[in-house]
Every structure is written in structure tokens, then in C-alpha cells.
T-cell receptor, first 114, second 106 residues
Framework: EPEVTQTPSHQVTQMGQEVILRCVPISNHLYFYWYRQILGQKVEFLVSFYNNEISEKSEIFDDQFSVERPDGSNFTLKIRSTKLEDSAMYFC????????????FGSGTRLTVV | QKEVEQNSGPLSVPEGAIASLNCTYSDRGSQSFFWYRQYSGKSPELIMFIYSNGDKEDGRFTAQLNKASQYVSLLIRDSQPSDSATYLCARSPGRFGAGTRLTVKP
């Protein structure tokens, strides 16, 4: 069964450093998403991406964050100047359409900012 | 304003019982609704989606949608210990409730 692949599974970084989280969505999917889940809290929407541009973003997705689809397969989330409160599990997801039938999630990247 | 609200639980049921999970939403424009299951430390896994008023059944799972009352529910029949997880209600596009933790006791 097709799956969404995320790398790395765990990333430790120092406060103030930049990190890039990588995702390979399902190949025929057209919509891509990033979510964040702080330990013990709810899954929070960050951003959706379609046709090489951001289609929607939440108030969490400020200037510290950016997304990119650098080639035909990868979808990345960059966090500039990480803060302690950025420590969370970051999930990438993709969908064939705008999510009418739900999303397929990757296994996540656990980001720890120290 | 919370968009999707769930009883955080925890909810505990004995093996073989029916587990009932509930969710309300505030955006009347929401079209589709989803139930995801999330095991501890894992990513959400889609169980069911529903977009029409009424019931939708898939195996031991039944989703119910009432758009007039802005209410979505999930029933799990013949609950098994392997059903123990956090169940997330979500609406399209991608807004999740806080989840309800379900424990099925053998």
C-alpha cells in the first residue's frame, strides 16, 4: 500500500538552529500538508500546499516556517531559528483531492529543540 | 473558538461492549468528517469518513452525522483490546479535535 515517508524519524537541534524536515508524499497525490503535535496535545494544522503554492496556513505557520517542493517527489518544512516550544512531532500528510476522503499521514519526525 | 470538540475522556469499556465516541463542530460549512485512530507514539490512521447525514457502517465501526445538530459520532461494536487508542474527530479541511482516549479492558 502506498505510504507517505518522512525523514528523519528523530531530529535533535540546538535552539536558534535551522532544521529541514523532509517528506515524500504518495506519488499521485496532489495536496500536501504539515501538522504538528506537541506531546500530549492535539494534532494542529500548519499548512496545506497545492500546485506549488501554499493554499492555506494556520496562525502557527508564521515567518519562522516555510515549505517547499524542490523536485517532483519531496516536500519539505523548514523551521528557521528553532525555539524550545517548537519541540513536537511533525506529521506530513497527502491527499489525492482537497481532503474530501481524508489524508494519509507519514510516521512523523520527532523534533527536539535543546 | 474551537472548531471541533470532543470529550477528552478517557473512556473505558469492557471487551465486547459498544464504545461510543462523540464530536461536535462549529463550522456549518464543513462538508466531510473523519475519524482517525492514533496509537501512542504513532501517526493518525484514517478509519472512516462521512459526508451525508445518517449512518455509515464499515465492519465493526459506524459513523453517524447529524448536520442540523452539528454532531458526529463513532460507534465501535464488539470492542477489542486492540481498539485501545486515541480517536480523533476531524473535519475537512484538516481540523482535528483533541481526541478521546479509549481503553478496552479484557
Amino acid at each position: 500500500e502506498p505510504e507517505v515517508t518522512q525523514t528523519p524519524s528523530h531530529q535533535v537541534t540546538q535552539m536558534g538552529q535551522e532544521v529541514i524536515l523532509r517528506c515524500v508524499p504518495i506519488s499521485n497525490h496532489l495536496y500536501f500538508y504539515w501538522y504538528r503535535q506537541i506531546l500530549g496535545q492535539k494534532v494542529e494544522f500548519l499548512v496545506s500546499f497545492y500546485n506549488n503554492e501554499i493554499s492555506e496556513k494556520s496562525e502557527i505557520f508564521d515567518d519562522q516556517f516555510s515549505v517547499e517542493r524542490p523536485d517532483g517527489s519531496n516536500f519539505t518544512l523548514k523551521i528557521r531559528s528553532t525555539k524550545l516550544e517548537d519541540s513536537a512531532m511533525y506529521f506530513c500528510a497527502s491527499s489525492l483531492d482537497r481532503g474530501s476522503y481524508g489524508y494519509t499521514f507519514g510516521s512523523g519526525t520527532r523534533l527536539t529543540v535543546v | 473558538q474551537k472548531e471541533v470538540e470532543q470529550n477528552s475522556g478517557p473512556l473505558s469499556v469492557p471487551e465486547g461492549a459498544i464504545a461510543s465516541l462523540n464530536c461536535t463542530y462549529s463550522d456549518r460549512g464543513s462538508q466531510s468528517f473523519f475519524w482517525y485512530r492514533q496509537y501512542s507514539g504513532k501517526s493518525p490512521e484514517l478509519i472512516m469518513f462521512i459526508y451525508s447525514n445518517g449512518d455509515k457502517e464499515d465492519g465493526r465501526f459506524t459513523a453517524q452525522l447529524n448536520k442540523a445538530s452539528q454532531y458526529v459520532s463513532l460507534l465501535i461494536r464488539d470492542s477489542q483490546p486492540s481498539d485501545s487508542a486515541t480517536y480523533l474527530c476531524a473535519r475537512s479541511p484538516g481540523r482535528f479535535g483533541a481526541g478521546t482516549r479509549l481503553t478496552v479492558k479484557p
